[in-house]
């Protein structure tokens, strides 16, 4: 996100990791409200917004999800009428979710244009990037997803994983998935979560940096919906928090 706002984008991030939401410890901010104090109507969508690294905004959801997945579908509309007045000023906006196939996680990404599933080496971490494609690909087959390989030793390894997992996806779901890129085990990783500083302004010339600029380029390239025809983000969660019980396993 702060790679796209230094490229001159507008980028919101919504944390909506239920269980780890920490973007805004990540970045070092303390934000005065979230999208909690907007469920209990205490104030607008703006306001709980908070302006990150690089000009991006935040809006933290991580302690309001599951006040979120439970409201009345009258207050949520509500949510969704007021977000959609500036959401198309937006070029990118970016959602950060938990692991995982429940409805928490897939209510999210089913409202996205496209998602990324970061995976490492650890078989568990492969079992579980299947389970949300297969999963996913039972509402919506066409949508982009995007491997982005992790905690990885090599270039070569990292191809050898996307291999592995793009394989799968052919013989078991008739589907493909797209190499995004890879970011690199480094300890400037560790260091940059300890200082509460991002990566890439803590160390911009570090290799995960540049890791994370070819993952960006990547990520660029790919075709984008028209923002002024699709409805707003919130509209589509409302939509798809239902399918999103349906779909569990």
């Not at 911009?204 to 923002?227: E, F, M, Q, R, Y």
């Not at 999103?244 to 396993?249: G, K, N, R």
């Amino acid at each position: 996100a702060i790679l796209l706002g230094q490229l001159k984008r507008n980028v919101l991030v919504i944390d909506a990791d239920i269980h780890l939401g920490n973007i805004d410890l990540l970045l070092g901010l303390k934000p005065e409200y979230t999208i909690a104090d907007v469920v209990r109507g205490e104030v607008g969508v703006r306001r709980a917004i908070t302006r990150g690294p690089a000009g991006i905004d935040i809006l933290s959801a991580s302690n309001a999800v599951e006040e979120l997945l439970d409201m009345d579908e009258t207050v949520l509309l509500k949510l969704a009428e007021s977000f959609s007045k500036f959401e198309h000023s937006y070029d990118v906006v970016v959602v950060d979710t938990g692991a995982g196939i429940n409805r928490n996680v897939m209510s999210f990404v089913l409202g996205a244009d496209k998602v990324i599933v970061v995976v490492t080496p650890d078989p568990a971490s492969l079992a579980d990037a299947y389970g949300v494609v297969k999963v996913l690909r039972r509402s919506r087959a066409e949508m982009p997803v995007v491997m982005v390989a992790s905690m990885i030793d090599s270039q070569e390894e990292a191809e050898s994983l996307f291999k592995k997992m793009n394989l799968m996806m052919r013989k078991f779901l008739d589907t493909e998935i797209i190499f995004g890129g890879a970011v690199p085990i480094d300890s400037k990783i560790i260091d940059s979560i300890r200082r509460r500083r991002p990566l890439v302004v803590e160390y911009p010339h570090s290799g995960p940096t540049a890791a994370l600029k070819v993952i960006t380029g990547k990520l660029l390239h790919l075709p984008v919906s028209d923002a002024g025809r699709r409805s707003d983000f919130f509209s589509r969660f409302i939509t798809h928090r239902k399918a999103a019980v349906e779909l569990e396993p």
